[in-house]
């Protein structure tokens, strides 16, 4: 008997081998920059989400502190109202009578029934000027509540632009005491017929 010698071939083996490997290393990267692209889309999505509710919660901060800001004024507010609403119950508020007995007509200040300030009529920032001295003269400041009296007879000659005037003047007050409040009383009402 003779030995034969068989000759085993794996080239096509070897093919095959390589075939299946190198399909397997494609396919697995396709999964890989699937899998990389489904995660930055999650990602994505969790800072957009991350974001929303950081601006939600930074808004909802900031409507927090306003809340606060304005209890905390409020209870400002609050104390300045009674301390001017006691002055004016006390009779200590300011009366600021419009007189037009003299040639010119003037504004005089009254406080405590006296009389403490003239003011000429004439430039309408001079007069806001002499008002601005009074107010701090009684020592009145931006955030005080000021309740006036302003008291003026329309039917005395002249009265209608002196008035009108006087209130421009009052509106320009209100612009640096933004809680000045002024009643008026028009004394021709009281006058008999």
């Known amino acids: 008997m003779t030995k034969r010698e068989i000759i085993l071939d794996f080239t096509s083996l070897l093919d095959v081998v390589l075939i ?26 969790i800072v957009a989400e991350y974001d929303a509710l950081s601006a939600e919660v930074e808004e909802k901060l900031d409507e927090a502190e306003k809340f606060l800001d304005e209890a905390k004024q409020s209870d400002e507010r609050a104390v300045q109202n009674i301390i001017g609403i006691g002055e004016f119950s006390s009779g200590r508020s300011m009366k600021i009578k419009l007189n037009m007995s003299s040639g010119k007509w003037t504004l005089d200040i009254y406080s405590n029934d006296k009389k403490t300030h003239e003011i000429k009529s004439g430039n309408e920032d001079a007069m806001v000027s002499e008002l601005l001295t009074v107010f701090d003269e009684r020592g009145y400041d931006e955030s005080d509540t000021i ?47």
Do not use: R, W
């Not at 490997?21 to 994505?44: G, K, V, W, Y």
């Not at 008035?163 to 008999?192: A, C, G, N, R, W």
């Open 20 to 45: 299946l490997l190198f399909f397997f290393i494609l396919f697995s990267h396709f999964e890989t920059n699937e899998l990389q692209a489904s995660m930055q889309e999650e990602q994505a999505q």
């Open 147 to 193: 309740l006036c009296e302003f008291v003026y007879n329309a039917s005395e000659g002249g009265t209608a632009s002196a008035y009108k005037q006087t209130k421009e003047v009052f509106e320009s007050l209100k612009e640096e005491y933004p809680h000045l409040f002024i009643s008026e009383t028009d004394m021709s009402m009281f006058e008999e017929e």
